[in-house]
């Protein structure tokens, strides 16, 4: 039954940002201001759940002009700011009532959280810890990562545009890599911690079987340096120009990362290692073993902030799940979150329903292993069916001098004390 009395909406951004994170809080924006007999306000959190802790966040709803929320759509990165920040595991720390507090005094109805584990995981707590108070507030996820880890959804909006922008850059690096007629390797780093979605993009680059890249290594598969030296051999036997595609978070049978090979891992705030290097330790075997010339590329955030590289069906996904997740809170819905379902049939058509998000938060989907082939060093033809329709589609930018238009959070406009 949806509420008689007039709430407010507030929204974050959480983790690492996407091409289109932005468009699904334009979904969120747009879809709240269709509801003002329901909906008062659309506050924005500026840096997340620990921005609100320190009264920051936007009235979104008098912020943005009609022009600036359609240009808010194709922005890269997180127009809020985003954070990784994560809340106690005990429900009775002080935190939680200064958060409610705080919402009460913003006279929030409505919570909806853009991001991916972590920030369902923000979902889950907070949505239990207002059940446990009787609170009439409703918490809702709306998904987000590159990694397309999120289970119990087909995929996940940022995924889209990530693979699009792999697959077009490796492309153009394996068109780059063969100049020259002496053996050459190119090793190629891509995101990718224990989930190699983003890494097996890679093989759409190939413009016909038996193409680079020749080699693709996701953390799935154990990854051993012998058996890596043979693939290698092999493949410069085959021709002299080999590109080998590997994820950041490739690991051996006793599960320790490549890159730890060097002693550089770190964690950060949440716990994780911070997987960078693989492609270097890569770079210096083979090296070392063959003397042929090598070079190792770390694709790095342009994965995940390329705007230029958008795909037009993420970015609408995208923002139909952000007004997904206001309907949904609207018709009562809590401790949900927005997942997607690929129809059946010829034609590529997602539904979007209403998922438990304690089946969803701090868990992971791994790439199915019945997709992976060659012992580990291909993809096969079902991922392509899977991704080929995720980066379809061109976007209508908006170009001044040349370069894309984005929109700008400045700090006369955002970043204040929230005031109801």
């Excluded at 929204?11 to 879809?31: H, K, R």
């Excluded at 063969?178 to 780093?189: C, D, F, L, N, P």
């Amino acid at each position: 039954m949806k509420m008689t009395h007039k709430k407010n909406i507030l929204v974050g951004q959480s983790g690492g940002p996407t091409a289109v994170i932005n468009a699904s809080l334009y979904g969120v924006i747009a879809e709240g201001k269709k509801h003002p007999e329901e909906i008062g306000t659309v506050y924005g959190m500026v840096n997340g759940i620990e921005g609100f802790l320190h009264d920051a966040c936007i009235n979104l709803s008098d912020h943005l002009s009609p022009e600036e929320l359609e240009l808010l759509k194709q922005t890269p990165a997180a127009y809020l700011g985003s954070c990784r920040y994560k809340l106690p595991e005990d429900l009775s720390s002080k935190l939680y009532p200064l958060i409610f507090h705080k919402l009460e005094q913003l006279n929030i109805g409505y919570f909806l959280y853009i991001g991916g584990n972590d920030s369902m995981d923000t979902v889950s707590k907070l949505s239990r810890y207002g059940q446990c108070q009787g609170s009439s507030i409703r918490f809702i996820g709306i998904p987000k990562t590159i990694d397309n880890d999120l289970t119990n959804t087909d995929h996940t909006p940022g995924y889209g545009s990530a693979a699009k922008y792999v697959a077009a850059t490796v492309r153009e690096m394996v068109l780059d890599a063969s100049v020259y007629h002496q053996k050459a390797v190119t090793i190629i780093e891509l995101m990718g911690r224990h989930a190699g979605w983003l890494t097996a993009a890679s093989v759409l680059a190939r413009k016909e079987a038996g193409d680079n890249p020749l080699l693709i290594y996701l953390p799935e598969s154990d990854f051993d340096l012998e058996q890596f030296a043979c693939d290698v051999k092999a493949a410069l036997e085959r021709q002299p120009s080999v590109v080998v595609c590997v994820s950041e978070g490739i690991s051996d049978k006793n599960g320790v990362f490549i890159c730890e090979y060097d002693n550089a891992a770190q964690t950060d705030s949440f716990g994780h290692k911070m997987l960078t290097g693989s492609g270097k330790v890569l770079e210096s075997f083979i090296r070392s073993r063959f003397g042929v010339k090598v070079r190792s590329v770390e694709l790095n955030i342009s994965q995940r902030c390329s705007g230029m590289v958008l795909s037009r069906t993420d970015m609408e996904e995208s923002a139909a799940a952000g007004a997904a997740g206001v309907q949904a809170a609207l018709n009562g819905a809590t401790a949900q979150m927005v997942a997607m379902k690929r129809a059946d049939g010829p034609s590529y058509e997602i539904q979007f329903q209403m998922k438990d998000v304690e089946q969803i938060c701090n868990q992971e989907k791994k790439f199915p292993l019945e997709w992976i082939t060659r012992s580990g060093t291909d993809i096969s033809p079902e991922y392509a069916a899977y991704a080929l329709p995720l980066i379809e589609g061109e976007v209508e930018r908006k170009m001044k001098d040349g370069l894309p238009v984005y929109l700008y959070r400045t700090r006369s406009g955002g970043g204040g004390l929230c005031q109801n």
